[in-house]
């Protein structure tokens, strides 16, 4: 298994909603990322877990927080957005080391209304 | 600071035809470098990856190149089909000691293939 497995692949949820996206890959890597896309930009980075630990770009809001229940699942939960945080998020894991194994999964879809 | 430059922005070309998109960048210290395909609304999906020895790597009618001495790659698209209209974006990872290694991305180059 070469792949990092999405769900779902559409989102739609008003503002007031509790969602959650998933994240899962079987290769074996010690790292996962999780990416917020918007439309011609390139993937901005929200958190890392690797080595059994999270790390967290500051700039992203509370409303995102990522739980990671084994070294296979990485999910994002998402509470209380805001239009502007529609978006492709994209769930990235790679192998220890030197990155090399880098792999990205095919995307939710999210619309927040 | 890390970055990756990425040229042209945007590239037309004819069904057949042959390409070359570029990158340039600032990554240290540097650790490998990887085109990727990215259709709209998918994920990116990897076509090449090189590090500081390799000097160039294929994968069917895509090849890349690598100078580690003057910080440039670039994607050849060999014969040109309908369906490599997609984005392609250049990701250059910085060597790290924590055990994680974040990636630089480019902003891509967005390919438009007509028949």
């Known amino acids: 298994d070469t792949e990092v497995t999405q769900t779902p692949k559409h989102l739609v949820m008003g503002m007031t909603n509790k969602k959650s996206l998933k994240c899962e890959q079987h290769m074996g890597h010690r790292a996962m990322y999780w990416y917020k896309q918007k439309a011609k930009k390139p993937p901005e980075l929200m958190f890392v877990y690797s080595y059994e630990k999270l790390s967290i770009n500051e700039s992203v809001p509370s409303r995102f927080s990522p739980e990671c229940p084994n070294s296979s699942l990485l999910n994002l939960h998402l509470h209380a957005l805001q239009p502007e945080d529609s978006a492709l998020y994209l769930c990235?894991?790679?192998?220890?080391?030197?990155?090399?194994?880098?792999?990205f999964g095919s995307g939710t879809r999210l619309t927040v209304v | 600071k890390n970055q990756v430059e990425q040229s042209p922005q945007s590239l037309i070309i004819l069904e057949g035809k042959n390409c070359t998109l570029q990158?340039?960048?600032?990554?240290?210290?540097?650790?490998?470098l990887r085109w990727y395909k990215q259709d709209t609304g998918r994920g990116p999906v990897s076509l090449t990856i090189?590090?500081?020895?390799?000097n160039t790597k294929s994968n069917g009618r895509y090849t890349a190149t690598l100078d580690a001495d003057t910080k440039q790659s670039s994607l050849h698209i060999t014969a040109s089909q309908l369906s490599d209209s997609a984005s392609y974006i250049c990701?250059?990872?910085?060597?790290?000691?924590?055990?994680?290694?974040?990636?630089?991305f480019g902003r891509g180059t967005s390919l438009i293939v007509h028949p």
């Open positions: 990701v250059v990872s910085a060597g790290s000691s924590g055990g994680s290694y974040i990636p630089t």
């Open positions: 990235a894991s790679s192998q220890d080391g030197a990155n090399y194994g880098y792999t």
């Open positions: 990158c340039n960048y600032t990554v240290s210290p540097f650790s490998n």
């Open positions: 090189m590090t500081f020895s390799e």
